[in-house]
């Protein structure tokens, strides 16, 4: 009799699998994207962009990305253009997806992060992909690169290995909110030399944008000047260690006041050429647009740091 | 002690019975459970069912709309965050609570905006239809939150709309009789735990049965 009553609990349980059972309980969410669909999204990514190359024109990339990363991807394809004078055009890509990390959001927009081994450039792009609305196409928003060697610190995720987004305006245990470090990195670039007590790390993001801009200060009979400042944080994402991933983007103003009786010649190619075309008799200004990952901290004695980053010049004009 | 846990098993041996006699008999040998139709009363040109409609996940959700035979329309199953942003700023009529066999709660959402794109261009849903007159999906309810949309496709409205629903559940049937027999083996041990009676097993000692073998001297 026990061994039937045991075959019978056993049954019902099996075929229990199967019975009606409330929804899990994560509440009116979306996971963003799945990993299948992540495919189907980059493919389509990079067969506009492939476009993009083959033509360099920047039309095919509007079907694909947006904002930022479209002007700075517009600019390039402007100068390689200007470049074309002596070079064909190289529309080698290898984009291979290392890693896929949606987050469960409860509202469009809808937006995923991916990360990707650029075998061409020998870099890790860092991107991500945004829906803005149920009917809109997905397209990329950010895509800060690093070296290989850069390590990113392991993200934070739910019981669904969902990504925790977090608040850019919220400090929390972090050492300073995600968007008080973007604007902390615009003023410390404003500083054209280290200062004493810097609250985020002087490190190799910082010290290149300043060779760059000494270089240009350096130029003969030419008065320069540079002016950062930071755009508003949308994307922060939790990592395991309790610090948090930030994606920033620092917008870029370089200015040339030409002393009078004397003319800029920019060399054949470079990106001033591109903009600022012909001769500059008297003034010009070059746009910027920087895409910054920053790692912040946990509370403590670190300071925020960039890992990597995209940028390039946007817009230009000159006389 | 013995009588109260064998109380105890035969009333849990009436519940499982009663519910599994009602399981097997609302779903028959078909696995189905099948309610309507019933006329929902709208004058919107779509209609929407809250998340909090379809709070269970598992079974099969086959769903048929009748409207105007001449009217063209279009039933769709997808994630709500989904469906609320497509249809966040157009005229509805929101279902927002349903209990079973059939009672539902509506509300009228205003709004001035058409529908962002046509249903059939947007790449999000689980399961859809378009039709003329009638129109039928099925979607197996899935555990992230869920919505059912109803759009007079080219104009018009959705009134005289009519919803015929039917559940299936893999196997129900099969459930039912389960848990009657769980309930026979259930009220059995009850009914012998209250009787008393001890287990014997072939081969024990009972002490109070023994009785030493004491024969008197001559």
């Keep these: 009799m026990r061994r039937l009553a045991l075959a019978v609990v056993l049954a019902v349980l099996a075929a229990g699998c199967a019975i009606p059972h409330p929804k899990d309980s994560h509440g009116v969410t979306k996971v963003a994207a799945s990993d299948t669909e992540v495919e189907q999204i980059y493919d389509r990514y990079r067969d506009y962009r492939k476009d993009a190359l083959d033509l360099l024109d920047e039309q095919p990339l509007t079907a694909v990305e947006s904002g930022a990363v479209l002007a700075i991807d517009t600019g390039a394809l402007r100068v390689a253009r200007r470049l074309l004078l002596t070079k064909a055009p190289d529309d080698t890509q290898d984009l291979q997806i290392r890693a896929v990390y949606a987050p469960r959001l409860d509202a469009y927009p809808l937006w995923f992060i991916v990360v990707v081994e650029d075998g061409v450039r020998d870099l890790t792009k860092v991107q991500i992909f945004q829906r803005q609305s149920s009917t809109s196409p997905w397209l990329l928003v950010a895509s800060p690169e690093t070296l290989p060697s850069t390590e990113l610190p392991a993200f934070d995720s739910d019981t669904t290995d ?50 760059v801009a000494n270089k240009q200060r350096q130029i003969d009979g030419v008065t320069f000047s540079q002016q950062w400042t930071a755009r508003p944080v949308q994307y922060v994402i939790r990592a395991a260690d309790g610090g948090v991933l930030v994606f920033g983007t620092l917008a870029r103003v370089d200015d040339y006041q030409i002393e009078e009786g004397r003319y800029i010649d920019w060399p054949e190619g470079s990106e001033q050429k591109a903009f600022l075309s012909g001769r500059l008799y008297s003034s010009g200004e070059l746009h910027y647009y920087h895409q910054i990952l920053v790692y912040i901290p946990p509370d403590g004695d670190d300071k925020p740091v960039v890992l990597g980053q995209y940028g390039g010049v946007v817009d230009g004009i000159g006389y | 002690m013995r009588r109260v846990v064998g109380s105890v098993l035969m009333l849990f041996a009436v519940v499982a019975a009663v519910l599994g006699a009602g399981i097997a008999i609302v779903l028959g040998t078909d696995n189905r459970a099948e309610t309507g139709p019933h006329e929902i009363e ?45 249809v966040g700023s157009t005229q509805r009529t929101e279902i927002s609570s349903y209990n079973p066999p059939w009672s539902i709660g509506t509300r009228d959402v205003f709004g001035d905006a058409p529908l962002p794109a046509a249903p059939g261009q947007v790449d999000w849903w689980m399961a859809q239809s378009t039709e003329t007159g009638s129109a039928t999906i099925s979607v197996k309810l899935p555990e992230q939150a869920f919505s059912l949309v109803v759009i007079a496709v080219g104009g018009g409205d ?18 039912g009789l389960g848990l009657i027999g769980f309930a026979v083996g259930l009220g059995l041990f009850g009914w012998i735990a209250v009787q008393g009676r001890p287990l014997v097993r072939e081969g024990e000692l009972i002490e109070d049965e023994f009785e030493p073998d004491v024969r008197e001297g001559v």
């Design chain 2, 42 to 86: 709208t004058s919107a040109p779509v209609v929407v069912t809250s998340p909090e409609v379809f709070s269970w996940a598992g079974p099969t959700l086959t769903m048929r709309i009748d409207v105007d035979k001449d009217q063209q329309l279009f039933i769709g199953a997808a994630n709500a965050v989904d469906i609320a942003d497509y």
């Design chain 2, 158 to 175: 959705l009134d005289g709309l009519q919803v015929t629903a039917s559940y299936d559940i893999d196997g129900g049937f099969g459930i």
């Design chain 1, 162 to 211: 969902a990504l925790m987004p977090a608040d850019p305006f919220r400090q929390g245990q972090l050492v300073m909110s995600p968007q008080k470090a973007v604007n902390a990195y615009a003023a410390t670039l404003n500083n054209a030399a280290p200062t004493e007590d810097p609250v985020v790390s002087e490190d190799s993001f910082v010290t290149q944008m300043r060779a």
